[in-house]
Structure formats: structure tokens, C-alpha cells
């Protein structure tokens, strides 16, 4: 089992930005794709931005497309995701998570493919 720690939330104003980041410690923790779902009350998980264990691929949901962007430090096992023109729909708790699968599996909102979750950074985007 892997362990996930996530940082970097907070309270921003539309069109802001944030940079979370995303702590990993485990064995082989860089050989797993790793990403972001978040949440909000009463919804799903959503499946944000996934980056493959080589940082050759990348996805992201339709609705944050142009605006985040992940990246990953093989070296500190460190995952980043950079969320400009933030709006307030963004708003919810954000999750780090590792899995061993493509990350087609992540923008599918598969969430159940993903074993290793952070505890969640709540990112608030309002005026």
C-alpha cells in the first residue's frame, strides 16, 4: 500500500490559481500511473488529470482541459497538478491517487481501479 499526502489546497478567487501537490512514499511507487479525482458533497468522484508512470502521458477531464496541467518528479515521487483560471466549479475535495492501470481508467471515473488514496486538500474557487 502506498501512502498519498496531499497538499496545497485553499481558498482562491475565480480566475485564480493553486498548485496542488501530492507526497507518495511506498515500494515502486514510481512504476504507478498517478492522478487526481475530486468531490463534492452529494456528487460522485469525478476523475480530474492522470499522468503515467514515465510522465509520457497525460489526461484530463473535459471540463479542466487548458487550464491544469499535471506533472510528476520521479526523483521525490512527488505528483503536481497547476489549476489556472480557476472557476467556481471547481470548487471541492481533491484526491491523490495511484493505480496500477492506464490512465484512460482515471478520466473514466473508474474509481474502484485506484487503491491508493490521499486524505483529500479541499480547494474553495469563490469571490
Do not use: H
Not at 42 to 71: L, M, P, Q
Request: with cysteine.
Amino acid at each position: 500500500q502506498l501512502r498519498l499526502v496531499e497538499s496545497g489546497g485553499g481558498l482562491v478567487q475565480p480566475g485564480g490559481s493553486l498548485r496542488l501537490s501530492c507526497a507518495a512514499s511506498g515500494f515502486t511507487v514510481d512504476y504507478y500511473a498517478r492522478g487526481w479525482f475530486r468531490q463534492v458533497p452529494g456528487k460522485n468522484r469525478e476523475g480530474v488529470s492522470c499522468i503515467s508512470s514515465d510522465g509520457a502521458v497525460t489526461a484530463y477531464a473535459d471540463s479542466v482541459k487548458g487550464r491544469f496541467t499535471i506533472s510528476r518528479d520521479n526523483a521525490d515521487s512527488t505528483v503536481y497538478l497547476q489549476m489556472n483560471s480557476l472557476k467556481p466549479e471547481d470548487t471541492g475535495t481533491y484526491y491523490c491517487v495511484a493505480g496500477w492501470v492506464p490512465c484512460s481508467a482515471l478520466v473514466a471515473n473508474n474509481v474502484d481501479d485506484f487503491d491508493s488514496w490521499g486524505q483529500g486538500t479541499q480547494v474553495t474557487v469563490s469571490s
